[in-house]
C-alpha cells in the first residue's frame, strides 16, 4: 500500500493553493483530520489520488499534495472505483457533500458498498447546498426552508448511516468537523480498513445552514461496548436520530473489489494461455 | 464462381441461429468467403428467427441480395423469405410442417424433418441437424466439417449427444440422395487454402482492443453492444485486464477515465441510449485531456427505438454530444476486418491525443460475421501516450502549453507528478480558472489545436473505391462501405464513372482529401441509414455543394442495388444535363 518516506508533516500535504471555503466552513476542519491521518499514515503523496465530485467539498483535491481527480457532479465513486482497481497500490481518498453522494450520485452508493473496492468515502454533510447558495440537501430536515422550499421542505431526511449499513458497507462511521482530533482518528481508522469505508462526517455550512449552535448539544458517542461486527445493532445504532452518534457504527472483514478481479485473472489464466494467437484460435 | 446466399427461417428456439452458425463456420472451414446477415426479434423467447449467410470464393462486399436456398422450418418462415429468394432458386422446407403452394416459381424439396428427427434419431430437436444433413447432402458440402464441428459443439455434453448429432446429420445426407434434384448448386471445397477466423464485427472490434493494450473495460448491458463486454470478460483477465459491469452508463465511462487517469488503456462500449447518458463524461474527458474510446453500436433510436435493427443515427450526437465547445474524435467502422484495426486505431489516437474517441459501429456490422484473414497486430504500431521525463517533473504543469498542443501526462505513482485532473476550467497547472477569461481561450485552443494533427491523419486514413476523380462521386461512413463498392462495381461494368470515398475519422473531416475528391464530379451522392442525411448536413458546413441524398430509415442496411439504382438515376440526370453541379470547393 502506501510507502512510508521519512518524516512527512500534516504540513507536507498542504497545496499553495488557498482553498475557497468561507471563513467557518466546516470543511476546514475536514481538511486539517485529513491532514493530520495521512501524516499519522505517512502515506507517501505520489501514490495518493483524492477524487472528488461537485460542490464545495469537491474542491478538497486541489489543497491536498497528491494526485487528484474532481470529477463531475455525482460521479465521484465510479471514477474512484476506475482509480483503484486500474492500480490497487493506490491508496484512493473519494470525498464529497450530501447532495453529491446522495442526491444526483445516490445511485452509485450501493454498489461501491457491495463491491467493497478498498478506498475511503468522506461525506462532508451539511444538510444544504452551499455552492448554488442554501437549497434543502437530501438530509434537510422537514420544514428546512430555503430558495426552493419557500414553504418549506415537505419532504423526509434521508439517514445515510442507516443507509450504508443497509447496502453493505464494511465500515461505516460517523464524524463532526468541529472536533477534528477524533475525526482525524476515525479517518486513520477507516483508511487502515480494508474494503469500502464510508465516513458521514457532520461539517456545516456557515453561510446557508448553520448549524454550530445545534448540532454540538446532539452530539453522542457510540457506547464503548458497542460491538462493531454486530450489523443489527449496528443498524439499530444509526436509526436514533435525536443524536449524533459518533465513531465506529460497523465494520466487517471481507474480500475486496480488487481481491476479486485477481481472482478472476488468475482463474482466466489457469484456463489458457495469456497470449493473443491462443485467442485467436478459439474462433477459427 | 460459387456465390450463394443460404437463409435459416422458423421459431426463436427451433435452433435456427445454430443452423446459421454452424453452416457458416463449415462454409468458412471449407475455404468459402463468408458473409452473414442476422435479423431477430427483441423478444427472447419464441417469435421469428432468421439466420442468412452468403458465401463465395472470392472477397464479399455485401449480404447480397436475393437468396438462393431457403430452409423454412415452418409456414411463417416461408411466407416471411419466400419474397426474398429469386426465381428458380431452391426451398427447403419441413413437410411435416406444412406444404407451400404448387405454383411456386422456385424449386421446392420437402423433407419431413421433424419425423425425421422424431422417428430415426428419437429426439425432435435434432431436426435443424437433420436440415444440416439435408444441407451438405444435397449442395455437396464437405461432411467431415460437419461432422467436426458438432463433435466441437457437442463435445462438453457427453458422447451420446454427439453421437445422436451425428446420426442426425447422416439422417439428413441420406434422405438428401434420395431428392429428385431439379436445381445445379453445387459448392464442393472452396478455394482458399489459408486459414481464416469467422468472427463478427463486435469480437473484432473487441480482438482489437486487446492488441492495441486495453486493459480496462467498464459496461453496461445493452443490444446489441453486449458481446463485447461478454467477450472481453472471457478474454481480458487471459492478459491481465479486467471487466466491470457497472451500475449505469455514466459509471462506466466514469470508471473508464478513472482507469485511464491511473494510466490504463480503457474502453466502453454501448449503443445509443447508453451513449446518450454518457456524454457528461465525454465533456470530462475533453476538459481533463484523459484518453478514453467509447463505442457506440448503433442502433435505432430515438429513445428505445428498434433494439435489434440497425441505423446509422447517432453521428449528431457523437460529433456535438455534451455542452460547451468539446473537441472529441469521431471514428467508424468499416467491415468486420476493419473493427479490429479501426479500434487499434481509436486507442492510438486517444493515447496520442489525450481526448476522448467515439467510435461508431452499428447492429448491421457489430452482429454480422465474416471469414478475415488472421489480424496482424504489427500493422498497426502502438502507440503510448506522452508522459513527463527528467526535467518536466521538476515544477511540473500537466496542461503545459507545447507546440502540437499536447502535454506530458503524469501517471498516479510518479515522482513530482502530482496534479489533478480537473473539469472546471483550469490553467497549464491544473488549477481551476473558473473565472480567467483570457485563459480560457488559451485552454480552448490548446484541446482544438489537436485537431490539426487529427486532420492530417484523417486525411491518411480515407480510402478510395473505382474511380479516384470520377463524374458521380459517393461519399459514404461506416458500415456501408462493403456495399457501396459494390453498387461501384456493378455500376463501373455499366459503364458509369463512379467512384467512392470513405473517411474513417468523421470528426474532424479529411477535408484535404473530401475537397480533392470532389473536385470535377458533377454529382455528389452520400448513402446513410438515417432519415435527416447526418453526415451529409456535416459536410454541408463545409462545403457548398448540392450534395444528393440517399437515406434508408427501416431499420435494414442498403443493398448494392440500393445505392446502384441511385447511381442510374443520377447519372441520367448528368448526362440529361439536368444536373452539374458547380461546386464551390
Redesign the interface.
Known sequence: MSTAVGELTPQHYKTD?HPIWCPGCGDFGVLASLYNALAGLQVN?????V?SG?GCSG?T??FI????????HG?V???????????P??EVIAVGGDGDGFAIGG??I??AARRNPDLIYIVMDNSTYGLTKGQYSPTSPAGFQAGSTPYGNIEQPLNPIAMLIAYGASFVGQGYSGKPKELADLITRAMQHKGFAFLNVISPCITFYNTYKVIPPRLAEIPKDHDVADRAKAFALALQTDRVALGVFYQESRPTFEEG?AQ??Q???A????R?DE??AE?? | MVDYIFRVGGEGGEGVISTGEMLTLALARAGFEIYTFRTYPAEIKGGHASYQVRASGSLLLSQGAAVDVLVAFNEEAYQKHIQDVRPGGVVIYDADSFSPPAYDSTICYGVPLTSLATEQVGIKLTKNIVALGVLAGLFDLPVATFEELLKERFGRKGETVVQKNLLALRVGIEHAKQVKRRDAIRLGAGPRKTKELVLSGNESLALGAIAAGCRFYAGYPITPATDIMEFLAKELPKVGGCVIQTEDEIAAVGAVLGASFAGKKAMTATSGPGFSVMTEMVGLAVAAELPAVIVDVQRVGPSTGMPTKTEQGDLYLACYGGHGNCPRIVMALNNVEDCFYGIMQAFNLAEQFQMPVVVLSDQYLGHRKATVPVPDPSRVPVIERRKPQGEELVGYKRYRFTPDHISPMAIPGMEGGGYVAEGLEHDEGGYPAASNHENHLRLTRKRYGKFVEVEAIANDLVRVHGEPHPEIGIIGWGSTEGVIREAVQMATAQGYSVGALHPKILYPQPLAKLREFMQGTKAVIIPEVNFTGQFATLLRKRFTVDFIQLNKCIGLPFTPKEIFDKIEEVAADVHGGRRAHAAAL
Open positions: 493553493e503523496p505520489k501514490d495518493l489520488v477524487v461537485i474542491r483535491p486541489g499534495k497528491s494526485y487528484g481527480f474532481h470529477s463531475v460521479r465513486l465510479p471514477v474512484a472505483l476506475g482509480v483503484k482497481v486500474a492500480n497500490a493506490l445511485g452509485h450501493p454498489h478481479v478472476v485473472m482463474k482466466a489464466q484456463a489458457s494461455p495469456p493473443l485467442i485467436f474462433f477459427s
